[in-house]
């Protein structure tokens, strides 16, 4: 059976950094949750998911119970982990200054955010949907970084396999939200361009999260160029499952740690 065939990012291959955004490749569950499924809370075999997640562990060279997942709501709660466990609280992003941890994040369609302060030995990761970007679950994860020792100049940030402008349609009231919520910094109309269904828009969110990364004070931001809708042999999607009317679908996971 083939092992996790995770992606990535240059920006993150750093001294006592270790991290992955983990294609749908290298686990052992089947039909639509084929293969590397991390849902802990889909209608998978939670045996087979609990399975993919020891296969995760041991790529990121940390034992199972040292992948620390959340419960998330794309809600703007970040969480300072000091210490593996089981328990999965509502959160949407998480930091540590632990080495031998590995954080943990779900998504599907959603951008994966994975932070890095080499220097300082401070990592973070953040799901960041269009609610929790307008939200500010970037912000709070910069902000948790900072509290546990990270330098603003020294952090680092990718943006993992996401959901592509030419993919993602939605409609004046998610323009409406995003513009409501936005700091004054950014213009917002840059990231929506027009569809061709009538008085529809297509939403870039990767860029929108950048943008609002820059503007926090990231300097160097890398987003990767994936399109988890279209790129079915590597990706879930959430969006694409609704589209075809399908009972459900796997997550994908990014982690990131400290070098034990």
Not at 12 to 37: C, D, K, M, Q
Not at 217 to 240: N, P
């Amino acid at each position: 059976m083939r092992p996790p065939n995770p992606i990535s990012a240059e920006s993150l291959v750093l001294p006592r950094i270790r991290h992955a955004f983990f294609t749908r490749e290298g686990g052992v569950s089947t039909g639509l949750y084929a293969t590397l499924n991390a849902g802990t809370g889909s209608a998978d075999d939670q045996d087979a998911v609990t399975r993919n997640l020891a296969r995760i562990a041991e790529h990121m060279g940390v034992a199972p119970d040292h992948l620390v997942l959340r419960f998330q709501t794309h809600s703007a709660i970040a969480h300072t982990v000091t210490a593996p466990t089981r328990e999965r609280p509502e959160a949407d992003a998480m930091v540590t200054a632990v080495p031998g941890i590995a954080l943990g994040i779900r998504t599907a369609d959603c951008a994966p955010v994975l932070f890095a302060d080499p220097r300082a030995g401070v990592v973070g990761a953040a799901h960041a949907g269009w609610r929790g970007a307008v939200g500010g679950v970037l912000e709070a994860t910069l902000e948790a970084m900072a509290a546990a020792g990270a330098d603003m100049n020294d952090v680092v940030v990718a943006i993992g396999p996401t959901i592509a402008r030419t993919s993602y349609e939605v409609g004046p009231e998610l323009k409406a939200a995003v513009e409501a919520q936005t700091p004054s910094g950014i213009d917002t109309d840059p990231f929506f361009a027009p569809s061709s269904a009538a008085g529809r828009l297509m939403f870039d969110l990767p860029g929108y999260v950048a943008a609002r990364l820059a503007l926090a004070g990231v300097r160097r931001v890398e987003a990767l160029d994936c399109d988890t809708y279209t790129d079915e042999a590597r990706f879930y999607s959430y969006r694409r499952r609704t589209h075809r009317e399908e009972p459900g679908q796997g997550s994908l996971l990014a982690a990131i740690s400290l070098e034990a």
